[in-house]
């Protein structure tokens, strides 16, 4: 880089380009001021095109040059140049270019820093030991340093440990310490945190990219600083300027014309000639022209020539009443005026004007707003409409009235092509006009009736919303084309055609919804006067228990059945305060007050001789034209309060149910943040580890650690399906593993859906049914594996033997061994018959029973005859298990029943009158003994003598139960013995 010769009286040659032709004076008297505060001298300010880059001056001489574009920087720089351009790229090239520096300096920005700038840099270089004092550093030969201690700026040179060698006075200041303490001090020590981070970034920018860089920070008090850093052989140059004043007044302004731009009101300001030199967004959109039109335009653009000379004049008023600069105040005028739109339109505004004074006490001109008021004229006019249509349907006194003169408002008020006001009619379900104008009857003729749930008119009804229709497709006409539909309360609605497509104005749809709203209640009057009537005569010889009071307490008008109730008579009762006949004073008091408004409660009435009678009473207010008072209806609930005392002792009785069963039992309670357990007996908590107060309310996931984990899943699948759950479940407990059976009963209760869950001990049956199923398969395959060996052997010894009383006992010990075998396999058929879930027989018609047991008898009979009658007509259930069990009856026939050679056994299907069919077997016996057959038939206890003597019978017993059926003894004695199985057909 170029360095300046260090002489006594630096000369420097100023250069300038096209860009600051316009700063040209400026920047000579920048020079001039700062030539005769320095030694510096100025040759005077010349063109760009004079100034020569080759030439390297030898007499100390140095150059200036302004330049606004980065092509003028040439490509190399022998002579020292201080570089000006407003371009940061081109004060980037300047410095690569070999310049001794570069200054960002837009034209029209202020000069401060500018001289601040050029005064250090061709000054003659301030001399070392600067840490002596101010005075010191301030010699009185520097007169560059002074200049540059005279600037109100903040001025610093840091080092390229960004530690600070110089710094002036203001800077010193701006720290609030003495420049002493400041030398050679890194400049982050200095700064605070709130500004350190942005200044770093900066230097390091500036360092990085070696060029002219600046920015603005902010302190922790609000001031902000504009911050311009200057890179020289890794070095910088600080300039700080504060800007706190600048940064407010911009802001006052940018809101200022944010608020001005923005404001719904006209804005306008006018020169003296009456020529717009503002026009804000809102005046334009008003008057139709854009911006480029009004402005220079005459104000006569918007204004007629009687308006502007009603202006002028209160214009000319207010100069008069303007009494100075004294107190800086302008009166403003205010006028009623139409302001004249592009297309001819006037529209009704408020102009409000003032003058702009200036200085010497003459005037700028004119700034006005204008405030659009049409709507507010249109809402005067419709407001004033709908006062005069209230007064007049007050007066009305039937529904059709009512109407009549809502769609007399309508037309009259608003700009519309016709109204009609329907009734619902609950007789027929539609919708039925009340109130059609002629004028709308001679266009369109009788209006139609709607279904209630029909067309545009229907949705307004039943939905009681108002519904708007761009195409009214159902009306024969073009001078409709679009309707608004409201409903008036809930039985009436307010059909209006209009034929401008974009609908009502929002004053007009208010206007509209106000009419309805009054209509309503009107309507509501009118119907109540009506009702008032009919009341009146049908409380005379109503059957209902009701009563009316006025403001005073006392009866005015009773039903017969009340009276009958008290014991009274209804004439008797009216005049008589309602205080003589009520148990509660307080209710009584509420009563003859009628300030509560609807309410019900219970009470008792104390009824002739003393008796009192619990009701419950509805109490509704009662405006009636000769005085208010309230209307009672009485619901006598003597029979109610005994069935909630009676519910009140069935829950007691069930608490101590649920507290005294033997099973673990516990109540969940489905809410939507989850499953709550709301009671649980003791014999669940004994299964828990939490007591009762911990487990009361307590959500199921919040104590899920305390609960059996085979508990917890099935109370889990609950809370998932809260659907009937039933599951076995094995809890290890302290006396060692239990079997429950866990079942849960879903209900509904008042507070939302909720379950018991129950468990049941099955452990004891479950281990019986293990032993059980082990012992019978161990006794069957012993007793079947012996008994074989036993009928071998006795085969063998009668083989094997001529002495017949050893051949009688081997057949004795064969028929004994045959007889086991024979017990055996009805074991296996019962065991089959028992472990069967679910039955599921054929159903068989006559013919094909009668086949079904002619196999059973071929099957079991070799040598007895067996006669089959079946005589039924209806369709019998069967399957291999009726037939196990009618081939048992037919054995213990054969075996018991057929005492003589002769003997028959007969089978039997007959129809029962109970809808059920009986298989009978009957033989030729004395029968069975009692003492057996009440065993089979559960009225006798199985002991060692009295067990039954076969297994044949209990087998039929069992599929008879497994079939919905019965086993019966039908008749046993000397002429024989019948059994039969009773089976359902249904």
Same mark, same amino acid.
């Given at each position: 880089?170029?360095?300046?010769?260090?002489?006594?009286?630096?000369?420097?040659?100023?250069?300038?380009?096209?860009?600051?032709?316009?700063?040209?004076?400026?920047?000579?008297?920048?020079?001039?001021?700062?030539?005769?505060?320095?030694?510096?001298?100025?040759?005077?300010?010349?063109?760009?095109?004079?100034?020569?880059?080759?030439?390297?001056?030898?007499?100390?001489?140095?150059?200036?040059?302004?330049?606004?574009?980065?092509?003028?920087?040439?490509?190399?720089?022998?002579?020292?140049?201080?570089?000006?351009?407003?371009?940061?790229?081109?004060?980037?090239?300047?410095?690569?270019?070999?310049?001794?520096?570069?200054?960002?300096?837009?034209?029209?920005?202020?000069?401060?820093?500018?001289?601040?700038?050029?005064?250090?840099?061709?000054?003659?270089?301030?001399?070392?030991?600067?840490?002596?004092?101010?005075?010191?550093?301030?010699?009185?030969?520097?007169?560059?340093?002074?200049?540059?201690?005279?600037?109100?700026?903040?001025?610093?040179?840091?080092?390229?440990?960004?530690?600070?060698?110089?710094?002036?006075?203001?800077?010193?200041?701006?720290?609030?310490?003495?420049?002493?303490?400041?030398?050679?001090?890194?400049?982050?020590?200095?700064?605070?945190?709130?500004?350190?981070?942005?200044?770093?970034?900066?230097?390091?920018?500036?360092?990085?990219?070696?060029?002219?860089?600046?920015?603005?920070?902010?302190?922790?008090?609000?001031?902000?600083?504009?911050?311009?850093?200057?890179?020289?052989?890794?070095?910088?140059?600080?300039?700080?300027?504060?800007?706190?004043?600048?940064?407010?007044?911009?802001?006052?302004?940018?809101?200022?014309?944010?608020?001005?731009?923005?404001?719904?009101?006209?804005?306008?300001?006018?020169?003296?000639?009456?020529?717009?030199?503002?026009?804000?967004?809102?005046?334009?959109?008003?008057?139709?022209?854009?911006?480029?039109?009004?402005?220079?335009?005459?104000?006569?653009?918007?204004?007629?020539?009687?308006?502007?000379?009603?202006?002028?004049?209160?214009?000319?008023?207010?100069?008069?009443?303007?009494?100075?600069?004294?107190?800086?105040?302008?009166?403003?005028?205010?006028?009623?005026?139409?302001?004249?739109?592009?297309?001819?339109?006037?529209?009704?505004?408020?102009?409000?004007?003032?003058?702009?004074?200036?200085?010497?006490?003459?005037?700028?001109?004119?700034?006005?707003?204008?405030?659009?008021?049409?709507?507010?004229?249109?809402?005067?006019?419709?407001?004033?409409?709908?006062?005069?249509?209230?007064?007049?349907?007050?007066?009305?006194?039937?529904?059709?009235?009512?109407?009549?003169?809502?769609?007399?408002?309508?037309?009259?008020?608003?700009? *519309?092509?016709?109204?009609?006001?329907?009734?619902?009619?609950?007789?027929?379900?539609?919708?039925?006009?009340?109130?059609?104008?002629?004028?709308?009857?001679?266009?369109?003729?009788?209006?139609?009736?709607?279904?209630?749930?029909?067309?545009?008119?229907?949705?307004?009804?039943?939905?009681?919303?108002?519904?708007?229709?761009?195409?009214?497709?159902?009306?024969?006409?073009?001078?409709?084309?679009?309707?608004?539909?409201?409903?008036?309360?809930?039985?009436?609605?307010?059909?209006?055609?209009?034929?401008?497509?974009?609908?009502?104005?929002?004053?007009?749809?208010?206007?509209?919804?106000?009419?309805?709203?009054?209509?309503?209640?009107?309507?509501?009057?009118?119907?109540?006067?009506?009702?008032?009537?009919?009341?009146?005569?049908?409380?005379?010889?109503?059957?209902?228990?009701?009563?009316?009071?006025?403001?005073?307490?006392?009866?005015?008008?009773?039903?017969?059945?009340?009276?009958?109730?008290?014991?009274?008579?209804?004439?008797?009762?009216?005049?008589?305060?309602?205080?003589?006949?009520?148990?509660?004073?307080?209710?009584?008091?509420?009563?003859?007050?009628? *300030?509560?408004?609807?309410?019900?409660?219970?009470?008792?009435?104390?009824?002739?001789?003393?008796?009192?009678?619990?009701?419950?009473?509805?109490?509704?207010?009662?405006?009636?034209?000769?005085?208010?008072?309230?209307?009672?209806?009485?619901?006598?609930?003597?029979?109610?309060?005994?069935?909630?005392?009676?519910?009140?002792?069935?829950?007691?009785?069930?608490?101590?149910?649920?507290?005294?069963?033997?099973?673990?039992?516990?109540?969940?309670?489905?809410?939507?943040?989850?499953?709550?357990?709301?009671?649980?007996?003791?014999?669940?908590?004994?299964?828990?580890?939490?007591?009762?107060?911990?487990?009361?309310?307590?959500?199921?996931?919040?104590?899920?650690?305390?609960?059996?984990?085979?508990?917890?899943?099935?109370?889990?699948?609950?809370?998932?399906?809260?659907?009937?759950?039933?599951?076995?479940?094995?809890?290890? *407990?302290?006396?060692?593993?239990?079997?429950?059976?866990?079942?849960?009963?879903?209900?509904?209760?008042?507070?939302?859906?909720?379950?018991?869950?129950?468990?049941?001990?099955?452990?004891?049956?479950?281990?019986?049914?293990?032993?059980?199923?082990?012992?019978?398969?161990?006794?069957?395959?012993?007793?079947?594996?012996?008994?074989?060996?036993?009928?071998?052997?006795?085969?063998?010894?009668?083989?094997?033997?001529?002495?017949?009383?050893?051949?009688?006992?081997?057949?004795?010990?064969?028929?004994?061994?045959?007889?086991?075998?024979?017990?055996?396999?009805?074991?296996?058929?019962?065991?089959?018959?028992?472990? *069967?879930?679910?039955?599921?027989?054929?159903?068989?018609?006559?013919?094909?029973?009668?086949?079904?047991?002619?196999?059973?008898?071929?099957?079991?009979?070799?040598?007895?005859?067996?006669?089959?009658?079946?005589?039924?007509?209806?369709?019998?259930?069967?399957?291999?298990?009726?037939?196990?069990?009618?081939?048992?009856?037919?054995?213990?026939?054969?075996?018991?029943?057929?005492?003589?050679?002769?003997?028959?056994?007969?089978?039997?299907?007959?129809?029962?009158?109970?809808?059920?069919?009986?298989?009978?077997?009957?033989?030729?016996?004395?029968?069975?003994?009692?003492?057996?057959?009440?065993?089979?038939?559960?009225?006798?206890?199985?002991?060692?003598?009295?067990?039954?003597?076969?297994?044949?019978?209990?087998?039929?017993?069992?599929?008879?139960?497994?079939?919905?059926?019965?086993?019966?003894?039908?008749?046993?004695?000397?002429?024989?013995?019948?059994?039969?199985?009773?089976?359902?057909?249904?």
């Amino acid at each position: 880089m170029s360095q300046f010769p260090q002489t006594d009286s630096p000369t420097s040659s100023p250069y300038y380009d096209s860009g600051y032709e316009d700063q040209r004076d400026e920047i000579e008297a920048a020079l001039d001021h700062l030539s005769s505060e320095t030694d510096i001298t100025f040759d005077s300010l010349r063109h760009i095109e004079a100034f020569s880059s080759d030439t390297t001056a030898t007499d100390g001489s140095s150059a200036v040059v302004f330049a606004t574009t980065v092509d003028a920087v040439p490509t190399r720089l022998e002579q020292a140049t201080v570089w000006v351009t407003p371009d940061p790229q081109a004060a980037g090239d300047a410095i690569r270019a070999g310049a001794l520096d570069a200054i960002t300096w837009r034209p029209g920005a202020a000069l401060d820093l500018l001289v601040a700038k050029l005064s250090r840099l061709l000054s003659t270089p301030a001399k070392s030991g600067t840490n002596a004092s101010e005075d010191a550093d301030v010699g009185d030969g520097d007169a560059a340093v002074r200049a540059v201690e005279q600037i109100d700026d903040a001025i610093l040179e840091l080092d390229t440990d960004d530690r600070i060698t110089y710094l002036n006075s203001a800077a010193a200041d701006l720290f609030d310490r003495t420049r002493e303490t400041l030398l050679t001090v890194p400049v982050w020590r200095v700064l605070s945190e709130w500004t350190t981070d942005d200044v770093r970034e900066a230097v390091e920018r500036a360092r990085t990219a070696t060029e002219v860089l600046s920015t603005e920070v902010s302190t922790r008090d609000g001031r902000w600083f504009d911050v311009t850093l200057y890179p020289h052989d890794g070095r910088l140059s600080v300039y700080v300027r504060e800007i706190t004043a600048r940064r407010e007044s911009e802001t006052d302004q940018a809101m200022y014309e944010y608020l001005i731009e923005t404001v719904g009101d006209a804005v306008y300001i006018l020169d003296d000639e009456g020529r717009f030199t503002f026009v804000n967004d809102a005046l334009c959109e008003m008057a139709g022209y854009d911006r480029e039109e009004l402005l220079g335009s005459s104000v006569h653009h918007i204004k007629d020539d009687e308006t502007v000379e009603r202006a002028e004049d209160a214009l000319r008023e207010l100069r008069r009443e303007y009494d100075g600069p004294k107190t800086g105040e302008m009166p403003i005028a205010k006028l009623d005026v139409d302001l004249v739109t592009k297309d001819g339109q006037r529209v009704p505004c408020t102009d409000r004007m003032t003058l702009r004074p200036l200085e010497n006490g003459s005037f700028a001109g004119t700034v006005g707003t204008l405030r659009d008021i049409s709507r507010q004229r249109r809402r005067e006019r419709i407001l004033n409409n709908l006062l005069r249509a209230t007064q007049d349907m007050v007066a009305a006194e039937t529904p059709t009235d009512v109407a009549e003169r809502v769609v007399d408002v309508a037309m009259n008020t608003i700009e *519309t092509t016709g109204a009609v006001v329907r009734e619902y009619d609950p007789a027929t379900d539609e919708l039925v006009p009340i109130a059609v104008p002629e004028t709308v009857r001679e266009q369109l003729g009788d209006r139609p009736r709607y279904d209630a749930d029909e067309g545009p008119v229907g949705t307004a009804f039943t939905e009681n919303r108002v519904v708007k229709v761009d195409a009214l497709d159902h009306i024969d006409t073009t001078s409709i084309d679009a309707g608004t539909y409201l409903p008036i309360g809930e039985n009436r609605t307010l059909s209006v055609g209009h034929d401008d497509g974009d609908g009502f104005t929002r004053d007009e749809r208010q206007f509209l919804e106000l009419l309805t709203t009054t209509a309503e209640s009107v309507f509501e009057r009118v119907e109540r006067d009506q009702e008032r009537r009919r009341y009146e005569a049908v409380v005379e010889n109503a059957n209902d228990l009701l009563f009316t009071l006025d403001a005073d307490g006392a009866v005015t008008l009773v039903t017969e059945s009340f009276a009958a109730m008290l014991g009274t008579t209804r004439s008797a009762l009216v005049g008589t305060r309602i205080a003589d006949v009520l148990a509660d004073e307080t209710v009584a008091e509420h009563l003859a007050a009628g *300030t509560d408004g609807s309410y019900a409660t219970e009470t008792d009435f104390v009824a002739r001789e003393g008796l009192e009678i619990p009701t419950r009473i509805s109490v509704a207010p009662l405006e009636d034209p000769d005085g208010d008072g309230v209307v009672v209806t009485v619901q006598d609930i003597r029979e109610l309060r005994m069935a909630k005392q009676e519910a009140s002792r069935q829950r007691r009785r069930f608490t101590e149910l649920f507290g005294t069963l033997t099973d673990p039992l516990v109540e969940l309670a489905f809410e939507d943040t989850g499953t709550e357990i709301t009671t649980a007996n003791d014999r669940f908590l004994d299964l828990v580890a939490v007591d009762e107060d911990e487990l009361r309310d307590a959500r199921l996931d919040a104590i899920s650690d305390a609960i059996p984990a085979a508990v917890g899943d099935a109370l889990d699948e609950i809370h998932e399906t809260r659907a009937a759950v039933e599951r076995e479940v094995r809890v290890q *407990t302290d006396s060692g593993v239990r079997f429950y059976l866990l079942r849960s009963v879903p209900y509904q209760h008042d507070d939302g859906e909720r379950a018991f869950v129950v468990l049941t001990d099955i452990t004891e049956v479950r281990q019986q049914g293990t032993h059980l199923r082990v012992l019978h398969r161990l006794l069957r395959h012993n007793l079947r594996n012996q008994t074989t060996v036993i009928l071998g052997r006795a085969e063998l010894v009668r083989a094997a033997t001529d002495d017949e009383e050893i051949e009688s006992h081997a057949a004795v010990i064969e028929a004994a061994g045959r007889s086991l075998v024979d017990a055996s396999e009805t074991a296996q058929s019962i065991q089959r018959i028992l472990q *069967t879930d679910h039955v599921d027989p054929d159903s068989l018609s006559p013919t094909e029973l009668a086949e079904q047991l002619r196999g059973v008898v071929e099957s079991v009979v070799s040598d007895v005859a067996v006669e089959i009658d079946v005589s039924t007509t209806s369709s019998v259930p069967y399957d291999d298990s009726i037939g196990n069990a009618v081939s048992e009856l037919l054995e213990n026939a054969i075996e018991y029943g057929t005492p003589d050679d002769g003997s028959t056994i007969g089978i039997s299907v007959t129809d029962r009158s109970d809808a059920s069919v009986r298989i009978a077997v009957s033989d030729d016996g004395h029968g069975i003994p009692e003492e057996e057959w009440s065993v089979v038939a559960g009225d006798g206890e199985i002991t060692q003598l009295r067990h039954g003597s076969g297994l044949g019978l209990w087998l039929a017993k069992w599929v008879a139960d497994r079939h919905g059926g019965t086993l019966r003894l039908v008749s046993a004695g000397v002429d024989g013995t019948t059994i039969a199985i009773d089976l359902p057909t249904e």
